[in-house]
């Protein structure tokens, strides 16, 4: 570990030295001024990489120039610096200078003229102190690191609980909690809240003629094109289950959510994709099903509206697939007594 002199005496670093040196503490620097101890510790250098490894100063009390006591104080009002122990050496008896060092932020003094025993015990004692509490703040920051590293994990794992692993959009139990604050926020704003449910036409036939794997990229693509045709941020695309999706429309009426289906049915179009086994056509295609509604004051639950618009995809289905169908929210009516 290493010590720093601070004395203008030259006979004084030289006798501090060779008592150091022949009790084992070989890396030490000598400064022949407060001044000088500034400049070799860089004390007005701010940036990162500015730190000079220093366990320990022992501080002469009286110097030309500045004092110890007030080169204790700038040090100790340096963040990067404050930590270092400082042993005042004084010849000094006064009670009210040795409290003057302390206050300055001094954590020992040896008197003049410096005894052995005395001086190699007191820094055996610090060196020992300061080596502990490097130690431990070692670990702190590492605890530190490691809490940190934990919470941005459990971040990407939250985060990961609400993607589809498949098709990379929202999953159904992202949606599930979305749609229940979107309802609630509609019933307390009293705004219109809209759903469209998708289901791909004969999808079962298109793996049992493609295959499983063929089956996925599709699932990948159509998901991708949902979520690229909302315009607004507000809004959510999800997979439902299976060949199903679901898009959540905050603040949108009836015709808000038939103009939305409209363009997820034509996104779904344009891809494109050949469908060899479909009755619909030759292309793949999806019957989509739309709802709107403003919630009832005290209806918590968007269970309405999201058996509404899987009433309306399955009208859809029931015309001849390939299209949008619309069906009004039916509430339940309570009787008031």
Not at 223 to 231: D, F, I, P, T
Not at 249 to 263: F, I, K, M, S
Request: glycine share 6%; charged share 30%; net charge negative.
């Amino acid at each position: 570990m290493s010590i720093l002199i601070v004395d203008d005496s030259e006979d004084s670093q030289i006798l501090l030295q060779t008592i150091l040196k022949r009790g084992g503490y070989i890396n030490l620097r000598v400064a022949g001024s407060a001044q000088a101890a500034f400049e070799l510790l860089r004390l007005d250098d701010e940036s990162e990489d500015s730190s000079v490894e220093v366990d320990l100063i022992l501080m002469d009390f009286q110097m030309e120039g500045m004092n110890g006591i007030e080169a204790c104080r700038h040090l100790k009002r340096n963040p990067r610096l404050r930590d270092i122990p400082i042993i005042m050496v004084t010849a000094s008896d006064n009670e009210e200078n040795l409290h003057e060092a302390f206050a300055a932020g001094a954590i020992d003094y040896i008197h003049k003229p410096i005894r052995r025993v005395e001086l190699l015990a007191r820094v055996g004692a610090e060196l020992k102190f300061k080596h502990e509490m490097d130690q431990r703040k070692a670990r702190e920051r590492e605890l530190l690191e490691v809490k940190r590293q934990l919470e941005e994990a459990n971040t990407i794992l939250h985060r990961l609980s609400f993607i589809d692993g498949l098709t990379g959009i929202a999953n159904r139990r992202r949606f599930d909690e979305f749609i229940e604050i979107e309802w609630k926020r509609a019933a307390r704003e009293r705004i219109p809240v809209a759903v469209v449910m998708m289901d791909l036409d004969h999808f079962k036939r298109y793996n049992d003629t493609l295959g499983h794997e063929a089956g996925d990229q599709i699932l990948r693509r159509v998901g991708s094109a949902l979520n690229a045709a909302l315009r607004r941020p507000t809004d959510l695309a999800a997979r439902y289950g299976g060949e199903e999706f679901i898009v959540a429309l905050p603040n949108a009426d009836e015709e808000g959510a038939r103009v939305q289906a409209e363009r997820l049915h034509e996104a779904i179009a344009d891809l494109r994709i050949p469908h060899p086994d479909s009755v619909v056509g030759a292309f793949l295609t999806v019957s989509a099903g739309a709802a709107s509604a403003i919630p009832p004051i005290g209806d918590s639950s968007p269970a309405a509206l999201l058996a509404a618009a899987d009433r309306a995809m399955y009208e859809a289905k029931r015309q001849g697939r390939n299209r949008v169908s619309l069906c009004a929210v039916e509430f339940e009516v309570h009787d008031s007594d």
